[in-house]
Every structure is written in structure tokens, then in C-alpha cells.
């Protein structure tokens, strides 16, 4: 089989798709929220997440006045809002009423959560650096919130509830729909 040589900003789309998130921020009493593609556990132990943002972005600047931040996790029926949360830009008008989400009290952080969502990870901001043309935002995990339907140790993605959004490029999305369990050869 033959491979093609890429150009290294490929190097995001063959990581991706990876679970989107929705994630929301608040500056003083506005409030906001993008579609967030570019996000990593970087620790178990204590629980550690990081997001990539891009300076010019208004979620940019108010995760980095507030120092929280919180992931939200949508399912393939909002599709239309999470695409929308990210072509959209928050200094244009109120996000959450564009895209139909409704924003939620969080436990644990002063910005809201998106209550269509069937998981939420809430982080407080413990560290911050640039990497070329992002900013990377490092969050202790403050709070974490999942739907028994849709998540059970794993996403269960074989039921509708589980049907996470992954980004493909542009206006593309998956969700995936079948689990495998993998296991070792048995020895002869």
C-alpha cells in the first residue's frame, strides 16, 4: 500500500477525530462557548486536562481573565449547534441562543455549562503556554459529570446517548457506533 506525504499541519487531522467539546467560558457576566477539537488528557493523577486556543478567539480571552473553563460533551443531535459554536463568533452576539443550548450553573467554576450536553468536565486553569500560532491552556479537573446512557466507564457508543462527535475537517463529523474489545492470543 502507498502513503502520501502530507505537509506537517496534517499531523492534527490524522490525531483527530477525537472527542469534541463544547467548551464555555465566562468574563465577569458574559458568557460564551466554541466547539473545542484540540483537547488532551495530559494526567490521570491528579486529573489533568489541556486545551489548544487561538489568541485571536474571544474564548481565548476569557479563559485566560477567568482562569476556568468547562468541557462539554454533545451528542450527534447537535451537530447543528456545535457546528454553528464553531464558525460563530461570540463577539457577534449571544452563542448559546445562535446555536439553541441552554446554559447551566456549573458545580464547581464560575462559567456555565451547556445542559444539552451528556457529560462536563469543569477546570480551573493551572498553567499556560504558547506553541506556535495556540495557546495552550493546562486545567485541573475540578468537577466531572456523565450520563449513565451515554457513558459507563466508556462511552457507549452503541446506544444513541453514546453517540459522541468526533471532527473530521470543515463541515465533517462522525460518531462512532461499534465498540470492539480487543484480547491478547492465547498461547499454544
Not at 506525504?5 to 477525537?18: C, F, I, V, Y
Not at 462557548?33 to 484540540?38: A, F
Not at 454553528?84 to 446555536?99: V, W
Not at 441552554?102 to 456555565?112: F, K, L, N, R, S
Request: aromatic share 6%.
Amino acid at each position: 500500500m502507498s502513503k502520501a506525504h502530507l505537509d506537517p499541519p496534517m499531523a492534527a487531522r490524522l490525531l483527530e477525530p477525537g472527542p469534541l467539546a463544547l467548551l464555555t467560558s465566562r468574563f465577569r457576566s458574559a458568557e460564551n462557548l466554541m466547539t473545542q477539537g484540540w483537547l488532551m488528557t495530559v494526567s490521570m493523577d491528579p486529573a489533568v486536562v489541556a486545551v489548544a486556543i487561538h489568541p485571536g478567539r474571544l474564548t481565548h480571552e476569557y479563559v485566560g481573565r477567568s482562569e476556568f473553563f468547562g468541557l462539554n460533551i454533545p451528542t450527534a443531535d447537535l451537530l447543528a449547534a456545535v457546528h454553528c459554536c464553531g464558525i460563530e463568533s461570540g463577539r457577534d452576539g449571544d452563542k448559546f441562543a445562535r446555536a439553541g443550548l441552554t446554559p447551566v450553573d456549573a458545580q464547581e467554576i464560575d462559567a456555565p455549562l451547556v445542559e444539552e450536553c451528556v457529560a462536563h468536565i469543569e477546570c480551573g486553569v493551572i498553567e499556560r503556554m504558547t506553541f506556535g500560532d495556540h495557546d495552550l491552556f493546562v486545567g485541573e479537573v475540578l468537577a466531572v459529570q456523565a450520563e449513565e446512557e451515554a457513558f459507563q466507564e466508556r462511552w457507549l457508543v452503541e446506544v444513541d446517548a453514546g453517540q459522541v462527535l468526533h471532527h473530521l475537517r470543515a463541515d465533517h463529523y462522525a460518531a462512532l457506533s461499534r465498540p470492539y474489545r480487543a484480547r491478547l492470543p492465547e498461547d499454544d
